[in-house]
């Protein structure tokens, strides 16, 4: 039976365009899935704990030393990596704050560094490649080329490099300039917002359709 992992990770609530993407995406996944199975994450709303200094060395301290604090950073650990196990398709919702990701996708990242169920700690093999990985990135401004603030997008460069050591590549669906249906300065961009977040949508609803033979 297929199953979706749907995370989001956005503080704006309704308001929020990532959400409002991943929403569109977990329903055509179930659209074309229709004997599937999902499961919901939200960072924003129940974020996870930080990697901190009573149990975050739980990935590099053998199970059987651990601290109780430890113990409980890797149990929460081994249910973060089973979850995506079990996914055939993970979905996250990936806002720009600040230039850069989300603290608390940051931390889902960290969680999913463990060596031994993530990845082959001889080998340096990914254990979790063999999975969709669909990226719906939002982003108050433009960092395109030529823009003035051209590569001040440090999250959708990061997440890839984050992930890396558990096989997992992700593909990316953006959509841009966010902002300017509500900041008066950007007005005159939302005829551009539109037109990028029409292409994501585009973008989400081919996601899952049959490729056609002929």
Do not use: C
Not at 12 to 40: C, I, K, M, Y
Not at 68 to 86: C, G, I, M, Y
């Amino acid at each position: 039976m297929p199953h979706l992992l749907h995370i989001d990770s956005s503080i704006r609530g309704e308001q929020s365009v990532s959400r409002r993407l991943t929403a569109r995406a977990a329903a055509a996944w179930r659209a074309a899935h229709p004997d599937g199975t999902v499961t919901h994450r939200d960072l924003g709303r129940d974020p996870l704990p930080h990697l901190d200094e009573a149990g975050g060395l739980a990935r590099i301290v053998p199970v059987d030393q651990h601290t109780p604090e430890q113990r409980a950073s890797w149990e929460l650990t081994e249910r973060l990596v089973a979850e995506v196990k079990r996914a055939d398709t993970v979905l996250l919702g990936l806002p720009l704050y600040n230039y850069g990701a989300p603290s608390s996708v940051k931390t889902w990242v960290d969680h999913l560094i463990a060596p031994g169920i993530a990845y082959d700690p001889e080998t340096g093999a990914g254990l979790l490649g063999d999975r969709e990985f669909i990226v719906l990135t939002s982003r108050g401004g433009g960092y395109g080329a030529g823009t003035p603030r051209e590569g001040w997008d440090h999250a959708e460069p990061w997440l890839p490099h984050g992930i890396s050591q558990t096989g997992m590549e992700p593909r990316f669906i953006t959509a841009e300039l966010t902002l300017a249906p509500v900041v008066p300065a950007m007005a005159e961009l939302i005829p551009l917002h539109e037109e990028s977040l029409a292409a994501a949508e585009r973008a989400i609803d081919e996601l899952w359709v049959p490729a056609r033979v002929g």
